[in-house]
């Protein structure tokens, strides 16, 4: 579809090139001017105004087409940068209900056993992470519209680099399928979803592909309209760790030893020091 837009172009240019006689002034064109130098007047320049309605019609179609295509990243992309976070790389954002769990450990005043207030509407406990698009925020889906699949990311990701399964790229493509599907869902049932069985973790994306992330943000630095791929990652393995208990035995390991004596290492806190001792 593109292609022929181009040569209505290129046609178009050709011929009222030759119709006002300047074949030297486009570059391309100049060379496909030849082709109609021996037709009359009146051809030319029927030629001429039939390539240039076909292709501004050509437009117009594309206009409508732009939106079931990869090609929406056009109309996204300002938006998508504009509502690019402008938190320093790496950061790492915290979940308030876990926070306020901190706070609550902390505080010698609160009583955790404490009953709700009466009449205080039972909260739905919290998810932690995303397990799917629908726990995904509105900047991460717009990320995942955005991505016009070129692959910088991909090119630029150490793990991919070194044969891992991780691909940026698929990343945002696989969130963009899933979004799809949810959305036909919701149509084919009368604006409500119905369990389909599937989600973005697990259906679309593995969890190999997931720990395979050094977290190093080159694929962030790289894309050049803010996408961040990165963050999906993170959420999804925010799930993993927070929900399924899903973690690599090694990260288990360090977080046992964090909550057991305070560091990574399996050592207890007053052992710390003997090494100084060794002869």
């Not at 790289?222 to 399924?244: D, F, G, K, T």
Request: net charge negative; glycine share 6%; charged share 20%.
């Amino acid at each position: 579809f593109e292609v022929v837009l181009m040569c209505l172009f290129l046609v178009m240019n050709a011929t009222d090139t030759t119709f006002q006689n300047l074949g030297h002034g486009n570059v391309i064109s100049q060379f496909i001017a030849p082709w109609f130098s021996s037709l009359s007047e009146g051809t030319l320049h029927v030629i001429e105004r039939t390539a240039w309605w076909i292709h501004i019609a050509g437009i117009l179609v594309f206009l409508n087409y732009l939106y079931f295509s990869k090609h929406l990243h056009i109309l996204l992309a300002f938006p998508n940068t504009y509502f690019g976070s402008v938190q320093p790389k790496g950061k790492f954002n915290n979940l308030e209900a876990v926070t306020n769990e901190v706070k609550l450990m902390m505080d010698p005043n609160a009583d955790p056993f404490a009953a709700a207030p009466e009449g205080a509407e039972e909260e739905e406990p919290a998810k932690f992470g995303a397990s799917d698009v629908m726990d995904l925020n509105q900047i991460q889906l717009l990320n995942a519209y955005t991505c016009t699949e070129c692959g910088r990311c991909t090119s630029a990701c150490p793990a991919n680099l070194t044969g891992k399964k991780l691909s940026p790229r698929k990343i945002m493509m696989d969130t963009r399928d899933r979004l799809e599907e949810v959305g036909k869902n919701i149509d084919a049932n009368g604006g409500e979803f119905k369990d389909d069985g599937k989600q973005l973790l697990g259906d679309y994306i593995t969890n190999e592909e997931l720990w395979a992330c050094t977290t190093c943000n080159a694929c962030v630095e790289e894309c050049p309209v803010s996408i961040n791929p990165l963050s999906i990652i993170l959420e999804m393995r925010r799930y993993l760790v927070m929900e399924q208990s899903a973690a690599p035995m090694e990260l288990n390991n360090m977080m046992t030893n964090i909550e057991n004596n305070g560091a990574p290492w399996p050592y207890n806190q007053m052992d710390r020091l003997n090494w100084a001792n060794e002869e």
